[in-house]
């Protein structure tokens, strides 16, 4: 094994699984650190936590024991994947984790590089951008549980962390990956324990993949993960067998949404145009227990459809304040949930075998009702969204971060069956 991931989300996880495979390197996902043994071969594996926004000692906890697997696991190198939006509030756990990680590895250097520029995240003299705007200025400024108040990883980072960050600027990381290394010498020396890496272009993530081959630990999202794997390219073996294992097959298919993104919401509307579509009724959702069942006759009756039907609780953000206002924040997102979930395990149950979900938090809920523990990963639909299959159960899955994809992502996922 080559390289072992760290992921704080379950979305997050299958977005670098899907860059890794891209790049040629045989993937496994795992949702939380296996119990049993398993056989595992593969140049990489990541491994799926929820500890993104938990109280920081459980996600130091988790990634430590995680970390501790994959090097039982004979990984060579150790990747920490976060947010490319660096979700994380002043407490972590974006710091701390890292922290916890350089120890436990008995280092004392990393770089910290959330850019992923296909998808817009970009960092320019260590700011990060969304889409051209200052994070800060972009929707996460909004976010419910991390929101992201101060663009300058270096800022972020100090605030979190234990020790003090520096910055590599795209000077730097234009003149090469030898500059890059001694760029982590000057840091060093200087005291630094952090190094952000500016990057804009995927270019800039090459270069970088390139300069860390020696360090133990990377932290970053996951548009590094091309750079890394471009890194690791003449041990990988068979590179045409990355994305076999992961493909979906034609089966009944359903579409789950439980996602409230400008990006869901543009792409629901545009499915709702040509598939069968069903809003769901948050009154009778939180009311009526007879609900799930209505809903899951609904589904069965247009299965054999050419496009798969979708249920969604997509709303807009007016709409979404106001049934918060009227039903609670924090029940109606449960009630939503539990929905999705007893939905998920009565279609599948059926016989549905396809599910696509849109939301980090939904994906989590519908995989973990699922009890879906390992995949293999497929291709990908978007950058990000790749499909994933159950390693242990004939079950394809396509988990969509809130803010992924193009506006027919719904339809263009439907195209890889085969
Ligand atoms: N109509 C709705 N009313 C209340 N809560 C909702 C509604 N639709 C979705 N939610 C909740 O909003 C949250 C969306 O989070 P998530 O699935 O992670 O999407 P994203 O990736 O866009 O953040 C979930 O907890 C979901 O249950
Ligand atoms: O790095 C990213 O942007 C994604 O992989 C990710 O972590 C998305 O999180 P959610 O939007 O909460 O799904």
């Known amino acids: 094994m080559l390289l072992g991931v760290i992921a704080d989300d379950f979305t997050g996880a299958t977005d670098i699984a899907g860059f890794l495979v891209e790049n040629g390197m045989r993937t496994i996902q795992?949702?939380?650190?296996?119990?049993a043994n398993m056989q595992i071969n593969a140049d990489a594996v990541v491994v799926s936590l929820k500890s993104r926004s938990c109280p920081t000692e459980q996600a130091v906890e988790q990634s430590v024991a995680a970390l501790k697997w994959l090097?039982?696991?004979g990984c060579q190198q150790f990747y920490f994947k976060y947010c490319s939006t660096f979700d994380s509030t002043a407490k972590g756990n974006i710091g701390p984790v890292t922290d916890a990680l350089l120890d436990t590895l008995g280092e004392d250097f990393t770089i910290v590089c959330p850019a992923l520029p296909v998808n817009g995240r970009t960092v320019f003299n260590g700011h990060l951008f969304v889409l051209g705007q200052l994070?800060?200025?972009?929707?996460?400024?909004?976010?419910?549980?991390?929101?992201?108040?101060?663009?300058?990883l270096m800022d972020l980072?100090?605030?979190?962390?234990?020790?003090?960050t520096g910055l590599i600027n795209y000077q730097s990381i234009e003149q090469g990956a030898d500059a890059v290394i001694g760029r982590f010498a000057e840091l060093k020396a200087q005291g630094k324990r952090y190094a952000v890496v500016d990057a804009f272009k995927a270019e800039h993530l090459n270069e970088i993949g390139k300069a860390v081959s020696s360090l133990k630990l990377v932290t970053g999202g996951s548009g590094l993960a091309a750079?890394?794997?471009k890194n690791w390219g003449e041990h990988l073996q068979d590179q045409t067998q990355a994305k076999q294992a992961g493909h979906p097959a034609k089966a009944p298919t359903v579409i789950l949404s439980g996602s409230c993104s400008i990006m869901t919401n543009k792409q629901v509307e545009r499915y709702k145009a040509k598939a069968p579509f069903l809003a769901m009724d948050i009154e009778q959702c939180m009311s009526s227990e007879n609900y799930v069942n209505e809903v899951f006759d609904w589904v069965v009756?247009?299965?054999s459809e050419s496009l798969a039907p979708i249920v969604y609780a997509t709303a807009d953000a007016e709409k979404l304040k106001t049934i918060q206002q009227q039903h609670g924040a924090e029940a109606s997102s449960q009630a939503v949930e539990t929905f999705f979930s007893l939905l998920a395990i009565k279609l599948h149950t059926y016989g549905v075998r396809n599910f696509i979900v849109a939301g980090g938090e939904t994906s989590g809920v519908v995989t973990q009702s699922l009890k879906v523990d390992s995949f293999h990963i497929g291709p990908q639909i978007s950058p990000g969204v790749p499909w994933v299959k159950a390693i242990?159960?004939?079950l394809s899955l396509a988990l969509k971060s809130g803010n992924f994809g193009d506006e027919n992502f719904f339809t263009t996922a439907q195209g890889y069956f085969s």
């Open 30 to 35: 795992v949702n939380g650190i296996p119990s």
């Open 71 to 73: 090097q039982a696991q």
């Open 135 to 152: 994070l800060s200025e972009s929707g996460m400024r909004n976010h419910p549980v991390t929101p992201m108040t101060n663009s300058n």
């Open 157 to 164: 980072m100090d605030a979190q962390s234990r020790g003090q």
């Open 227 to 229: 750079g890394i794997a």
């Open 301 to 303: 009756n247009h299965l």
């Open 392 to 394: 242990n159960q004939d």
